[in-house]
């Protein structure tokens, strides 16, 4: 088909001339007048591009044949390669490294033993993953608090890798610098479980688990009750990040917002000390301030590894002491586990656990914690595990321990007697930590008279809380052992240890907590544990 043939335009007056030269003379085209050009209306030879002046029409032609030629391509290769970046950048991302020396390439990558931690949900009945019991191998050390309104608190920590501290590599055996260290209790974490009818059910909702930032680990986790009524979660945090003023192992606390319900929120973690301060119930004085026990758990035979920290009702730092102020190597010592009450007179008295074949000891102070000294515990009990001293409502003072008499030293090693078990029975215990027993003393702890045995299997690690003149009394069973590591509690009251039986309505002896072994979890017989 023929071209249409170009339109003509009869030549300019002089008049127009100058109209349209005035009009497009060095000045951006006006929108008006850019229709006016598309329109035909201004003469051919004095039409122009947008861009450039272009009085010759023939000219003009030129260079828009030049341009298309040079811009078409560069138009194609430059949507071409957005489009395949853009595609790249989707699928790969950005994959160019920063420098060696930014803080993401250097361990501990801006991580400080401040760096704070959390709390999780356990958000389903059968367990969030990897907290599930059927997966659960190891648990141990509880501790238990109650609420005002009567619900239940307990915590502990588990593994599903290993038995209690287990091995870890050294610094040494790390391949890169940039691989986080191991820490102890590596693979640890803490759960915190509850109770809204008395101890008959459980449920756990939430855990403490700091292996999501650098191999961090938990250990020895604590509820307890402030002078205001709240419930506090003592807890440690292991984690090695080389940090000089802290160190591996820090004390972090948070507070139960809503103790009556089991989705409680929590407040921010404040930090409390370097080394463990969670082991024991601080004591709480008339005030509000507090004194809290604590271990550095430095090597065994160091006396000065027992210390203790003075808090005021607000949390700010009144002194820090230790237990034993020599620094004369004493074979006896081991982990510390001071438990502290205020006696009647107003001075403090703390158990001190001792090293493997003597009993717990005990401790007074007459300046409020500042110095101690060594005055001796009425009974034998507790070799080389923890004790735990109450002060109940009632004024008197109930201690839970291992009662396993020793009927001889052979050999530098003890001998233990044979206890009568609950069904009236004599047995001879396999270890100390066997017969977890409830005593009551009437006299500020100067004698405990009447005793009730709890458990006579190999238990430990008890902690007490009251609610309505009846005690809660949780502790482990066989934390290692085949198919056990059970946390159980046992609900007694005054008149059950008085007539060393259970004589009160609804008391109740090894009650279940939480049991791995019974929801397909616990340690199988194949299992070599770390």
């Given at each position: ?153 307990a915590a502990y920590f588990s593994s599903n890798e290993q038995i209690e501290g287990g091995e870890r590599f050294s610094p040494k055996d790390k391949i890169f610098a940039h691989q986080p260290n191991e820490t102890i209790h590596a693979a640890q974490f803490a759960v915190v479980s509850t109770s ?165 000891t005990g401790f007074e102070s007459r300046d409020g914690g500042k110095t101690w000294r060594e005055v001796g515990f009425p009974l034998k009990v507790s070799i080389d595990t923890k004790a735990v001293l109450f002060r109940a409502k009632s004024g008197n003072l109930i201690l839970v321990a291992n ?95 008085e007539a060393g039986k259970l004589v009160s309505p609804g008391s109740a002896l090894k009650m279940e907590i939480s049991s791995p072994s019974k929801h397909g979890g616990g340690r199988r017989a194949d299992d070599n544990l770390l």
């Open positions: 088909m023929p071209r249409a043939p170009a339109k003509k335009f009869p030549n300019p007056t002089a008049a127009e001339e100058k109209f349209w030269r005035g009009k497009f003379s060095g000045r951006k085209t006006p929108p008006r007048a850019r229709k006016r050009q598309i329109a035909g209306r201004a003469p051919e030879h004095l039409r122009r591009s947008p861009r450039r002046n272009f009085i010759d029409a023939a000219a003009r032609k030129k260079y828009w044949k030049f341009m298309k030629k040079l811009i078409c391509p560069l138009a194609i290769l430059f949507f071409a390669s957005a489009a395949f970046c853009g595609g790249v950048s989707e699928i790969v991302g950005d994959v160019s490294m920063p420098p060696p020396d930014d803080i993401s390439q250097k361990f501990p990558y801006g991580i400080t033993a401040k760096t704070p931690p959390y709390l999780q949900k356990i958000i389903n009945k059968k367990g969030r993953a990897p907290y599930r019991m059927n997966l659960r191998i190891f648990q141990g050390c509880p501790t238990i608090e109650v609420s005002d309104g009567g619900r239940l608190w809204s009818d008395g101890g008959k059910s459980w449920k756990e909702v939430f855990v403490f688990d700091p292996s999501k930032v650098l191999n961090g680990s938990s250990s020895d986790p604590l509820l307890w009750k402030d002078a205001d009524g709240k419930i506090r979660f003592t807890v440690v945090r292991n984690m090695d990040v080389g940090d000089r003023q802290i160190g591996p192992t820090a004390t972090w606390e948070f507070v139960m917002l809503d103790p009556e319900s089991e989705s409680t929120g929590w407040s921010a973690p404040r930090l409390v000390c370097k080394n463990n301060a969670s082991v024991m119930k601080p004591a709480v004085f008339p005030d509000g301030s507090i004194l809290r026990a604590g271990d550095t758990f430095s090597m065994g035979g160091n006396p000065q590894r027992a210390f203790f920290i003075k808090e005021s009702r607000g949390g700010k730092i009144e002194f820090a002491s230790r237990l034993i102020d020599s620094k004369r190597s004493d074979p006896k010592t081991t982990f510390a586990e001071q438990s502290v009450i205020l006696r009647k007179d107003g001075s403090l008295f703390s158990t001190l656990r001792r090293k493997w074949g003597d009993p717990v009662d396993v008499p020793i009927a001889e030293m052979k050999d530098g090693k003890p001998v233990f007697g044979e206890v009568r078990g609950p069904d009236g029975k004599t047995f001879r215990p396999g270890g100390a930590r066997y017969c977890m027993t409830a005593f009551i003393s009437y006299d500020d702890g100067k004698t405990f008279p009447k005793k009730i045995l709890l458990d006579e299997r190999q238990t430990s690690y008890p902690s007490v809380c009251e609610h309505n003149g009846r005690f809660y009394i949780a502790y482990d069973h066989a934390r290692g052992g085949y198919k056990k590591q059970e946390i159980l509690m046992a609900k007694i009251t005054e008149a059950d240890i």
